[in-house]
């Protein structure tokens, strides 16, 4: 049986990917996972795990070379948070802090209300307000 899920990403640079997430208000799990070549964030009530390895060490794992997430998406990031106004204030935070945005916060079928950013290294992120009672 399945028991945990650990999303891993490559980044460029430990220490300012460090600084971004925890300018944008993401804990980070003080067990393990914290090191010169990594970080581990936690995200939402559920505690996914998010880890970030400096490149060289993600090369290992993979035993590959690393995708270039600013040429092309490798995977989009979904956060869901409580208001359209998190949404906002995220994306906000997001761009204060170096990533990047062209995305307007959008409001999709009426009940869907979100915005998409990149990190320092180019993954994408989708932030998300879903108003079920609309649904």
Known sequence: MISDLWINLPVKDIAKSRDFFKALGF???SQHGNTDNSISLVVGKKG?????????????????EVADA????????????DSKEEVDEFARKAVAAGGKSNHKPTEMK????G???EDLDGHKWN???????KM
């Open 27 to 29: 804990s980070f799990n």
């Open 48 to 64: 996914i795990v998010v880890m970030m390895f400096d490149q060289a060490t993600f090369k290992g794992f993979v035993n590959g």
């Open 70 to 81: 600013v040429r092309g998406t490798e995977v989009l990031l979904s956060i869901g948070v």
């Open 110 to 113: 009426g009940w869907m209300y």
């Open 115 to 117: 915005s998409l950013f």
């Open 127 to 133: 932030l998300l307000y879903m108003n079920m009672s």
